[in-house]
């Protein structure tokens, strides 16, 4: 009888709080066994530390093991499989066919260019806003900097359905708020379609996530702007540094850790962006919204082809990590994070 979940888990969370720490008991025993001369023994604190330690980050470990890494090995197998949902259906092992068929596949490389494009427009921007946001905020009286910063996290966990909602109203075709506030200002005669237009629907989806601020980043960037010692602008200062020099020469170095993070964090987010798609466009106008995690949920639920999903889904997660990757050998190469 297969073990429960919530079985399952335990069994796992005390697996790894237990077997680590005694096979590494059990190596340096075997160690001092084999090398008896060395004088090699290992206090009991250090062992009773160990036990200790895997039993704090047992739950996290068994966490990823159940939700995670065991689940990432499965898709791996599927994606080399035919695997359907449909009740009976059984997988057949077909190797590396989905794969060459998604890389083969025009529609695959036109969502890749969309979320690129996405990515593009978006994360110059979020980087540039939220590192100008912090250095507004820093300079405020602390009772207003808490303000702020609670004002520009808060849409960040607003619900992605009320937020889609909120943005489908401003950029409404007919009478909607943008249009409104565009003919007041005689920038366009007739009502534009935003979402339903090919040539807008993607700046339109662009231009939201500019109005969603990323606020976590806000705090990140405010927290390193705080750890700047104030005596290296008060010698810049002295020496006649200008703004412009204070800011490339002392800020953005120091900061360049959380640029990092920032940066990395926003290419898994851009890669992974899914919700203006299934909410708002449902990949259109003629697939110019079909972002790759969009195409993905199409093939898994609409076309019944889980194999094929878990492809994409495993050349998603390399595309990722490629990219995180080169961006943090590139970004960090001078800083330890």
Sequence with gaps: MPLKPFALLITVVLAWAIVPPTLWHVACA???????????????????????????????????????????????????????????????WVGLTNYASIFGDPLWWKSVGVTIIFIVGTLPYSVVVCLFLASLIMSLPPMWQTFFKTALYVPGVTSLAVSAAIMRWIFYPGDGFANMVMRKLHLISANLTWFGDPHLALPTIIVMSWLGVNGMAVIIYCAALGGIPKDYYE????????????????????????????????????FQVFAPALLITGGGPLGTTNFMNYVIYRTFYYENQFGRACAMSVALMVLIVTVSIIN??????????
């Design 30 to 92: 075997i160690k001092r066994r084999l090398r008896p001369k060395a004088g090699i023994r290992t206090p009991g604190f250090v062992i009773r530390r160990w036990y200790a330690a895997y039993a704090f980050i047992a739950v996290a470990f068994g966490w990823s093991t159940v939700f995670l890494f065991f689940p990432l090995l499965r898709s791996l197998h599927y994606s080399l499989t035919d695997k359907a949902l449909s009740s009976g259906s059984s997988a057949t």
């Design 235 to 270: 010698a810049s200062e002295l020496d006649g540094a200008s703004p412009a020099q204070k800011f490339f020469h002392i800020t953005w170095p120091l900061v360049k850790p959380s640029t990092v993070y920032v940066t990395i964090t926003g290419l898994i987010g851009g």
């Design 328 to 337: 943090y050998r590139y970004m960090a190469t001078d800083v330890e994070y």
